[in-house]
């Protein structure tokens, strides 16, 4: 079975940690250490793009 994400966002704190939207409309985190997505409940530690795309002010 393949998954499907969009990107929703990075870490505020650790811009290489994404926030990705998947398919059932849970939200999940991905970075460098991370073998595979783990689930998460976004909150202020991220920045999320309501457009969609990546947001940064870097």
Known sequence: M???????????DE???LLLLGEDGHYDA????A????????G???EIDAEG???SDR
């Open 53 to 55: 795309g990546l947001v």
């Open 15 to 17: 811009p290489s940690r």
């Open 30 to 33: 991905y970075g460098r250490v």
């Open 44 to 46: 202020d530690e991220w």
């Open 35 to 42: 073998a595979q997505p783990t689930q998460v409940d976004p």
């Open 2 to 12: 393949t998954n499907v994400f969009a990107a929703a966002g990075e870490h505020r």
